[in-house]
Nanobody, 116 residues
């Protein structure tokens, strides 16, 4: 069983930045995949924002390339998403996702609101 707890969401003005963190309850070296998703506005589906396979290179949605950066901090057991140059279109709930022993785990989500 893996617990994921997201933090760092909130209200930010257009053009601003936020850093989301996902604290993982197990040693991250055991994870096969780590990613950030967000709820598609107006829908219940979740869309990929950024991901990284163990030992691989980061992958980003076209809509966030050049603005978002996914990283990990093994000492803190966190998966981070640095978001910059935010726009109102980035407003939604963001979720952390990991794959461990071929099972998907999700966090509870954190709200990001971009508004003036």
């Amino acid at each position: 069983q893996v617990q994921l707890v997201e933090s760092g969401g909130g209200l930010v003005q257009p053009g601003g930045s936020l850093r989301l963190s996902c604290t993982v309850s197990i040693n991250m070296f055991s994870l096969e995949y780590m990613g950030w998703y967000r709820r598609t506005p107006g829908k219940s589906a979740r869309e990929l924002v950024a991901s990284i396979f163990s030992g691989g290179q980061p992958n980003y949605a076209d809509s966030v390339k050049g603005r978002f950066t996914i990283s990990t901090d093994d000492s803190e057991n966190t998966i981070n998403l640095q978001m910059s140059n935010l726009t109102p279109e980035d407003t939604t709930v963001y979720y952390c996702n990991v794959l461990f022993h071929r099972t998907n785990y999700w966090g509870q989500g954190t709200q990001v609101t971009v508004s003036s």
